[in-house]
Nanobody, 128 residues
Framework: QVQLVESGGGSVQAGGSLRLSCKVSGYTYRGYYAGWFRQAPGKERDRVAVIYTSDRSTDYTNTFYARSVKGRFTISQDVAEDMLYLQMINLKPEDYAIYYC????????????????WGQGTQVTVSP
């Protein structure tokens, strides 16, 4: 049974940094997308950053970022430790949202419908 548990959310001032972590248990990385989505109040849940692991080897990955976070956020995974990370720097008030870890992504991994497994979400608050 696949389980995802996020941690690391919190409150920071604009320009600050946070690192989100996601413990991914019982999961097969190869051939699937995993990553982070976020949902701001009154808005749809959107892709932030995802990582695709080759079906041949966990050594080969591709990453994809939303335009609004490119250059500020970095996604990474530690397969041996079953961990997925999102390092966020230079946070902006518009980054305020609940952040969700997702795994088991198929097709293009662009929308939340592509993912089979989700964490419970962690709040990120950025004050001006």
């Amino acid at each position: 049974q696949v389980q995802l548990v996020e941690s690391g959310g919190g409150s920071v001032q604009a320009g600050g940094s946070l690192r989100l972590s996601c413990k991914v248990s019982g999961y097969t990385y190869r051939g699937y997308y995993a990553g982070w989505f976020r949902q701001a109040p009154g808005k749809e849940r959107d892709r932030v950053a995802v990582i695709y692991t080759s079906d041949r080897s966990t050594d080969y990955t591709n990453t994809f970022y939303a335009r609004s976070v490119k250059g500020r956020f970095t996604i990474s995974q530690d397969v041996a430790e079953d961990m997925l990370y999102l390092q966020m720097i230079n946070l902006k008030p518009e980054d305020y949202a609940i952040y969700y870890c997702a795994a088991g992504g198929r097709r293009t991994g662009e929308t939340d419908e592509d993912y089979d497994f989700w964490g419970q979400g962690t709040q990120v608050t950025v004050s001006p």
